[in-house]
DNA sequence: CATAAATTAGGAACGATTATCACTTTCATT
DNA sequence: AATGAAAGTGATAATCGTTCCTAATTTATG
């Protein structure tokens, strides 16, 4: 694990939000000014294949990621695009009870408006 | 609603399939060679803001579009991305009973490999 | 140390989608 | 039919998140 991937990684976990590449590409140049987005990217899809971080693809905006892995679901604020997490609200299990077949994992994702757009 | 339009409708309406942009263009020049891909994007947004048409956001690959509006969720692929309609598995009441907060909509996709993936 | 293997920074390239724009088409009103 | 305004079109350029490329650097290993 390079120096690059360790602070990436620490960005992630350092507390409970959903960045987008760049945001954390900011956050990692302030430990790390020379650190490139590629170098982001590479090492997120790296992260992301190691089951340490998760990715959430997001529909018109840039992806988001997660650095806490537990299973959980996410609403997403259509007008702002923030993301919260909530409980999971299936199980891989449930869904392979009610199909009938192997799932290797399902994405769900919630929309609302958050109470601070809400209130414009 | 333009001739463009109803061709492009009329495409989606055709059979229960998931088709990418691309694709509907290629079925529509069938019977309008002149159609251009940015008539297909522009027509296509403009028949989900009616409610016509679905889109569903694909997290690695050309969006998909569904010509049948009825609420029901997808099955997708992993291995060749085909999409497959399944009945709901969630209600837009039930997730704002379990959150307690209105709710404007959700996206669910669940992940396996189909058939014909499975056997090479 | 030496050298092979892996990773990087930086920038170019890619691909799906959107925007732009000059030119029709549509259609309600004469 | 002729008009004019509004909406829609085809072609192409632009956008932008993400991936790819490459020479240079770092890291691991004997």
Redesign the pocket.
């Known amino acids: 694990?390079?120096?690059?991937?360790e602070v990436i990684l620490s960005v992630l976990r350092s507390q409970r939000f959903h960045p987008?590449?760049?945001e954390i590409l900011l956050r990692a140049r302030q430990r790390?000014p020379?650190?490139?987005?590629?170098?982001?990217?590479?090492?997120?899809?790296?992260l992301c294949d190691e089951k340490l971080v998760r990715r959430i693809?997001?529909e018109?905006?840039?992806?988001r990621y997660d650095g806490f892995v537990e299973p959980h679901d996410h609403l997403v604020c259509t007008s702002c695009g923030k993301v919260y997490d909530i409980p999971s609200l299936q199980t891989k299990e449930a869904l392979e009870a009610k199909l009938e077949a192997p799932v290797e994992g399902y994405e769900l994702k919630v929309y609302f408006t958050c109470p601070k757009c809400k209130n414009q």
């Open positions: 694990m390079s120096r690059q991937r987008t590449a760049d790390m020379a650190l490139a987005l590629g170098t982001v990217y590479r090492n997120l899809k790296a693809p997001m018109d905006a840039p992806d």
